[in-house]
C-alpha cells in the first residue's frame, strides 16, 4: 500500500496530541476544541500567505483579484465554524471547567501565535498590536522567540497595506474625459439640498428639533467636505489615505458596472472577514463571561473586561465598512459617459 490514510494525514501524531493534565472529563473536549481552531487558523494563515503574495507580485494584474477572492471567500467561510466551536465548549459547564482550570494555568488562548499572526497579516497596526512594545505582561506571556518571530511578522506587509497600495494604483478615475469627484460632489449637494428642504417645510418639527436636525446634516455635510480636501481628510484620523478611499468609494459606488464586480466582491469579502472576527471577538467575550464571571483569566487579564476592550480595539478594516457615510442613493449618482463605460467594462489600464 503507497499511501495509506493514518500515514498521510499523520493520524498516530494528530490523536495522540491530547496530552490532558487532569483526570476530568471535560478537559479532552477544551482541548480539542483549541486545536480545531489552531487547525483552521494553520489553513487561514495558508490562505493569506497566498493572498499576500499575489498582491505583492510586481506584475499583479486585476484578473489575480479573483483568485484573491475566492480564498478570502474560502476564510470568511472557515470562519463560519467559529461561533458553532465555541457552542460545542459550552455544553461544558462553569464547575466543570474550574475543576481543571488551576491545572492549566498560565496558558491561554493569548498566547496563541497563529491568531497573532492572523491579527498582524491582516494589518493591525503597531500600536494597537503592541509586539514591538515587549510590554511587562506580553514578556511574561509569550516566549521571547515567539515575540521575536511575531516582530518579523509586524514589519512585512499586511492585507491592509496591500490593499491599500492596490487602491491608490487603480487608474480609471484619472480618466480625463469623466471628472467623476466633480459631478459626484454636484449630486451630494443636490441630495443635502432637498434634505435641507425636508426639514425647513416638516410642520410635524418643533423649533428645537429641526434646529437639531439642520446640525446634524451640517455635520454630514462637513464629513463630505472632508473627503475632498487631503488637510480634512487627515482630521478625521482615518488610516486609509484620501486616494485609497476614493477609490474604494468609486467601486462601492459602481459595483454593477462589469469591470468592477470583482473588486467590488473583494472589498465585501473583506468587510465580512471583519464582521466575521469581530462576531468571533464578541461571543467570546460572553462565553468567557459565562464561565469565569468577572473572575481573571487564566493568562492573568481582566478576563471578560480584556476581551471586550481587545474586541473593541482591534478592527483592521473599519474604514472601509465607515464608506457607507459616502454612499449616495443609486439615482443620484452621476452617469458614466458611454465611452467611459465601455472603457471600464473591456480592458483594465495597467501600470
Ligand atoms: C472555557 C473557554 C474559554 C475561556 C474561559 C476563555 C477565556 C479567555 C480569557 C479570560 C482571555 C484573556 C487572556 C487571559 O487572561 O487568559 C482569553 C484570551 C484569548 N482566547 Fe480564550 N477562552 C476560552 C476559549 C477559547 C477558545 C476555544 C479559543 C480559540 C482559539 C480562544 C482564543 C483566545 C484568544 C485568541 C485570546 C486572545 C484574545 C486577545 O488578546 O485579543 N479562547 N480567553
Not at 190 to 211: G, H, V
Not at 254 to 261: F, Q
Request: aromatic fraction near 12%.
Amino acid at each position: 500500500m503507497d499511501v495509506y490514510y493514518k500515514e498521510y494525514l499523520g493520524l498516530e501524531g494528530l490523536l495522540n496530541s491530547q496530552k490532558e493534565r487532569s483526570k476530568r472529563h471535560d478537559e479532552t473536549l477544551f482541548i480539542i476544541v483549541h486545536q480545531a481552531f489552531e487547525l483552521w487558523f494553520k489553513q487561514i494563515l495558508h490562505e493569506f500567505d497566498s493572498i499576500i503574495d499575489i498582491f505583492s507580485q510586481d506584475s499583479f494584474k486585476e484578473k489575480d483579484l479573483g483568485l484573491c477572492l475566492s480564498r478570502l471567500e474560502r476564510v470568511t467561510k472557515i470562519q463560519g465554524l467559529f461561533l458553532p466551536h465555541l457552542e460545542i465548549l459550552e455544553t461544558m459547564s462553569p464547575m466543570d471547567f474550574l475543576e481543571f482550570r488551576d491545572e492549566i494555568r498560565p496558558a491561554s488562548g493569548f498566547q496563541s501565535i497563529q491568531f497573532r499572526e492572523i491579527e498582524l497579516k491582516m494589518g493591525l497596526p503597531k500600536e494597537v498590536s503592541t509586539v514591538s512594545d515587549r510590554t511587562y505582561f506580553l514578556e511574561k506571556m509569550i516566549k521571547k522567540e515567539d515575540l521575536d518571530y511575531l516582530e518579523g511578522i509586524e514589519q512585512e506587509k499586511s492585507l491592509f497595506d496591500l490593499l491599500e497600495n492596490w487602491l491608490e494604483r487603480i487608474p480609471f478615475m484619472l480618466n480625463e474625459r469623466f471628472s467623476f469627484w466633480d459631478q459626484y460632489k454636484k449630486s451630494v449637494e443636490i441630495m443635502l439640498a432637498s434634505e435641507e428642504l425636508r426639514i425647513q417645510n416638516n410642520p410635524l418639527l418643533r423649533e428645537f428639533e429641526s434646529k437639531m436636525q439642520m446640525e446634524s446634516l451640517e455635520g454630514t455635510r462637513e464629513t463630505f467636505d472632508c473627503l475632498f480636501s487631503s488637510e480634512k481628510y487627515s482630521s478625521l484620523g482615518r488610516r486609509l489615505s484620501q486616494k485609497a478611499t476614493l477609490s474604494a468609494l468609486f467601486i462601492l459606488l459602481y459595483r454593477n458596472e462589469p469591470i468592477l464586480h470583482i473588486p467590488y466582491k473583494f472589498l465585501s469579502t473583506l468587510m465580512d472577514l471583519e464582521e466575521n472576527f469581530t462576531a468571533w471577538r464578541y461571543r467570546h467575550v460572553l462565553l468567557a463571561q459565562r464561565m469565569l464571571g468577572t473572575k481573571i483569566g487564566t493568562g492573568g487579564s481582566s478576563g471578560a473586561a480584556y476581551l471586550k476592550k481587545s474586541a473593541d480595539n482591534k478592527k483592521i478594516f473599519e474604514d472601509i465598512l465607515n464608506l457607507s457615510t459616502y454612499i449616495i442613493p443609486e439615482s443620484k449618482r452621476p452617469l458614466i459617459p458611454a465611452e467611459v463605460r465601455k472603457d471600464l467594462g473591456f480592458y483594465f489600464e495597467e501600470h
